[in-house]
Nanobody, 123 residues
Framework: QVQLVESGGGLVQAGGSLRLSCAAS????????MGWFRQAPGKEREFVAT????????HYADSVKGRFTISRDNAKKMVYLQMNSLKPEDTAVYYC????????????????WGQGTQVTVSS
């Protein structure tokens, strides 16, 4: 079992930056792939980024590639999403997710989810 709690969301102007954090509990955190997803009002939940259990492999949605960076600290049981050059279209609730499979990229593949944190980017 893994429990996830996101933090770090907020209101930022276009072009600004935010860093989201996800705190995990559970003894097997270091064996899980971790992902970030987002969901805007009226839209489906979409993949943002994923990182392998040891941080050695990362993957990003084309829409955030070059602007967002996912990272993890297994000793602290934390996952981060550094978001730079934010755009109004990045506005959404951002969710942290965990799964024992290797860098999954669809919501259906993830077993554990946080409650989400709101990110709002103003133009």
């Amino acid at each position: 079992q893994v429990q996830l709690v996101e933090s770090g969301g907020g209101l930022v102007q276009a072009g600004g930056s935010l860093r989201l954090s996800c705190a995990a509990s559970g003894r097997t955190f270091s064996s899980y792939s971790m992902g970030w997803f987002r969901q805007a009002p009226g839209k489906e939940r979409e993949f943002v980024a994923t990182i392998s259990f040891n941080g050695g492999s990362t993957h990003y949605a084309d829409s955030v590639k070059g602007r967002f960076t996912i990272s993890r600290d297994n000793a602290k049981k934390m996952v981060y999403l550094q978001m730079n050059s934010l755009k109004p279209e990045d506005t959404a609730v951002y969710y942290c997710a965990a799964d024992p499979s290797y860098v999954p990229r669809t919501p259906e593949e993830y077993d554990y989810w946080g409650q989400g944190t709101q990110v709002t980017v103003s133009s």
